[in-house]
């Protein structure tokens, strides 16, 4: 197996949303805001290389929206997924596998693409699979009002039309975690940002790295009270995010940053103070 960061794009969203509750004289010493309190982040992918599979999990925003709907996300930098799978040999028509922690548009939104002559929407990953699970389907394509803005139909509905849907299975009654996937690794599904959002748990040279997707999206999201205005169940995901940072300090599990645009990975530890960041590397800092 060989793992590699791909990197689709940066954009800006506001930080308060960012940082629900959370004052900004205090994210702000972690995540600096520019004149229009916009903070900096990526959508970062990571691309797996197992045997003859190659699993991308999550595609940025994609480039299909319009000039008006890109101009709110503020782009910025030249990153892309093709120059990034070209940088290690890869075409997007390589990719067997798509996996969707969720679909909210900067997850999902370059599974699909214009067709040719702009008619109609196909998938951009021609030869994939694309995965998510039935219940965070059914949420998705049966929005609520709070989320209907990020459940966008055209990023979504052509995954289905095309006969390429996949759904990973639930976990067992009462667990919140599958273990044995036959895309290779485990799955924790979490609620409290959006129903049933999955997070990856990949053992790669003798390490656990997880993609910690929307339940950590930024390292200055690591204090337990630093919750996303976004997040659809706060109370629940204070509930889940303390679960999580707990193990992933105990079994010192390596997170791999969606969203943090200046950080790749980081490693968590214990303190009087609760969790808190031990260490920030880059990808082949710690795996190459």
Known sequence: MQLYPIETGNFKLDGGAMFGVVPKSLWQRTNPADANNMIDLAARS??????????????GMGDKQSEKFFGFYYLWGDHNTDRSLARY?????????????HLHFDHCGGSIRWNRDRTG??????????????????????????????????NILPIEESGQL??????????????????????????????????PHIRYKGKTLVFAADLLPTTG??????VMG??????????????????AASEEYYLFMEHDAHNQVCTLK??????????THTFDEVFN
């Open 46 to 59: 990571l691309l797996i290389e197992d045997g003859n599979r190659l699993i991308l999990i999550d595609t």
């Open 89 to 101: 040999g890869f075409h997007r028509d390589d990719i067997t596998d798509v996996f969707m922690t």
């Open 121 to 154: 929407y196909e998938p951009a990953f021609k030869n994939a699979r694309f995965w998510s699970n039935r219940d965070h389907w059914k949420w998705a394509t049966e929005p609520n009002a709070r989320e209907k803005a990020s459940f966008l139909k055209e």
């Open 166 to 199: 996949h759904f990973i299975p639930a976990p067992e009654p009462g667990s919140d975690y599958l273990e044995d996937t036959e895309l290779g690794f485990g799955i924790l599904f979490a609620d409290g940002h959006t129903d049933k959002q999955m997070i």
């Open 221 to 226: 999201h690591i204090p337990l009270p630093y």
């Open 230 to 247: 976004y997040d659809t169940r706060p109370l629940l995901t204070l509930e889940e995010k303390g679960r999580f940072l707990d193990k």
């Open 270 to 279: 214990h303190t009087d103070k609760g969790v808190r960041l031990r260490e």
